[in-house]
């Protein structure tokens, strides 16, 4: 695997799942912990939440988020962020394509209101910071409240300029937003930040991490006292602040941080930022899980985050923004609500079935006695199934054990080796990308491939083409417990 996941066969090594509540909302599938209903948690919550994909992980299978690139400038530097590369097959935050005026922004929400019917939510994420470049922010959001009035509304910000816009987000019914914290310790801070621009003027080194971390802690406590649901995002950047991450976990925590979304760096020389050129490390997936496991509290754990673009559309596992270029976008600005509509009817039938088939498949590993841990990668598009044609442009990956199943991450493949199963240099990327995986569950496979993983040490599974992910999870557990291990491949 690319970042470096080290091979597992151990039967007791530590639990991906927190013991803590769960449901169908949280980071992951309940099995002998108890219901799977979501009454463990706040009704008025569960409304704000259950259609919001980075908000909820069940919602993410079902819905689909779109970024509007209408905010370029930012007021501090971050020494993992540059945002003039761009690479249209690369997805990583701060990157764009094309930056938006407001007019246009709101041209291309109308056209993926009317498109994709997974659409929930539009929300501001950079390219640069959304509570900096207000005016354009603003402009963008109200437009689109007034064009499409059922829409979630979401930002992102590093904090700074948040605290003098709270109120006028509450006035423009902006429901979620997103603050990135990486510290909590100003001297921490200062390997992270060189500097900020606030009030002004220009701050360096420890004034400007200080000014940075109290700005922060005060627009999050502004955001719970008026009932915004806050993500915190946290850069997991090794050896400056992987274990200071407990620590913010706290503070925000105490705050009302409704999610901690602790993410990994990406960092190449090619990006041209100060951590790339200076070699800085990223975490390795199971490196990003563990610390995830000794987050504590009521602040829920994101494990489905796929650090998108600024110009993102669609579901989480399937972007869909090159259909949307501007280039693309009808003259006339437009809005057909009926798919959305259409969509929204069919959901719920959809969602029943997947919770009773969820539910039947956890009863059965409830029955079962062990303290085996396995990794899972599974190939999916979305709906929540293994439903990927040979054709993977990402394996999420799952850990299972008698705790139950979590979501540990997702890989993305490269883009230059879709070309199917039967390509060696997919083949050969995909093998790579598995390194210390236990199965692979996927919709077809030749045997060939299913061969050369096995080499590797990969179990890999047609077995469960087209179910439920978590019903598949749960039916392989059992069966690998029943028959007492590893014994081949189905
Ligand atoms: C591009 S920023 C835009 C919003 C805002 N300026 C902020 O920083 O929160 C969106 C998210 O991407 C993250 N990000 C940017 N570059 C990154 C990188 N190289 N590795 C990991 N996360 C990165 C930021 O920390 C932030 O959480
Ligand atoms: S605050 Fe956001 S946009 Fe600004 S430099 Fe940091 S990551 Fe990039
Ligand atoms: S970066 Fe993470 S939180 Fe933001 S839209 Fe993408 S998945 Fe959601």
């Given at each position: ?5 080290s091979?597992?066969?151990?039967t ?35 409304e ?42 690369e ?28 659409l ?24 689109i ?11 992102s ?8 816009h ?29 500097w ?47 274990e ?20 990994p760096?990406?960092?190449e ?16 997936p199971?490196?990003?899980n ?19 673009r ?33 969509y ?12 009773s ?16 841990t ?38 993305k ?8 199963w ?28 299913r ?18 992910l ?21």
């Amino acid at each position: 695997m690319s970042r470096g996941m080290s091979k597992r066969r151990t039967t007791n090594t530590a639990p991906a799942a927190r013991e803590s509540e769960a449901t169908t909302f949280g980071d992951y599938t309940s099995s002998s912990r108890g219901s799977s209903k979501p009454n463990a948690m706040d009704q008025a919550i569960i409304e704000k939440i259950k259609d919001h994909p980075c908000f909820s992980r069940e919602a993410h299978l079902y819905f689909a988020r779109m970024h509007l690139a209408v905010a370029p400038a930012c007021n501090i530097q971050c020494n993992y962020c540059n945002r003039k590369y761009d690479c249209a097959n690369e997805s990583r935050p701060g990157v764009a394509s094309n930056r938006l005026t407001p007019d246009q922004a709101v041209r291309r929400a109308m056209a993926v209101a009317s498109e994709v019917p997974q659409l929930s939510v539009v929300g501001i994420a950079g390219p640069g910071d959304a509570c900096y470049d207000w005016k354009m922010t603003k402009a963008t959001l109200i437009a689109i409240a007034r064009e499409i009035p059922d829409i979630k509304l979401c930002v992102s910000t590093n904090g700074l300029a948040l605290p003098e816009h709270v109120d006028e987000l509450v006035d423009m019914n902006v429901g979620h937003v997103t603050i990135t914290i990486n510290m909590v310790d100003p001297k921490i801070g200062t390997k992270i930040y060189p500097w900020i621009f606030y009030d002004g003027r220009r701050y360096n080194g420890i004034d400007a991490s200080r000014i940075l971390h109290e700005r922060q802690m005060l627009g999050l406590e502004m955001l719970t006292e008026r009932g915004i649901l806050t993500k915190v995002n946290s850069v997991m950047i090794p050896g400056v602040n992987d274990e200071h991450l407990i620590e913010v976990n706290k503070w925000v925590n105490d705050r009302g941080a409704f999610m901690h979304n602790v993410t990994p760096l990406i960092s190449e020389r090619s990006h041209g930022t100060f951590y790339g050129l200076n070699r800085q490390r990223c975490p390795a997936p199971l490196e990003l899980n563990a610390l995830r496991d000794r987050l504590e509290g009521a602040t829920k754990v994101v494990r489905h985050c796929r650090q998108c673009r600024a110009d993102a559309v669609g579901l989480l596992s399937d972007d869909r923004a090159s259909e949307f270029t501007l280039g693309q976008l009808p003259a006339e600005a437009t809005y057909d609500s009926g798919k959305r509509h259409a969509y929204r009817q069919l959901i719920e039938h959809e969602r029943r079935g997947q919770t009773s088939e969820t539910t039947d498949a956890t009863i059965a590993v409830s029955l079962a006695r062990s303290n085996a841990t396995l990794f899972i990668a599974v190939t999916t598009k979305g709906g929540g199934r293994i439903n990927e044609l040979g054709q993977a442009k990402e394996l999420q990956i799952f850990s299972v054990c008698q705790k139950g199943i979590g979501l540990i991450g997702h890989l993305k493949l490269d883009p230059y080796c879709l070309g199917g199963w039967g390509e060696e240099t997919t083949l050969n990327s995909i093998i790579e990308a598995l390194e210390g995986i236990d199965f692979l569950l996927c919709f077809q496979i030749g045997i060939i491939p299913r061969n050369k993983l096995a080499r590797r040490g990969v179990q890999a599974t047609s077995a469960y083409g087209n179910a439920y992910l978590e019903q598949a999870i749960d039916a392989l557990y059992t069966a690998y417990l029943s028959r007492g291990g590893f014994s081949g491949a189905s």
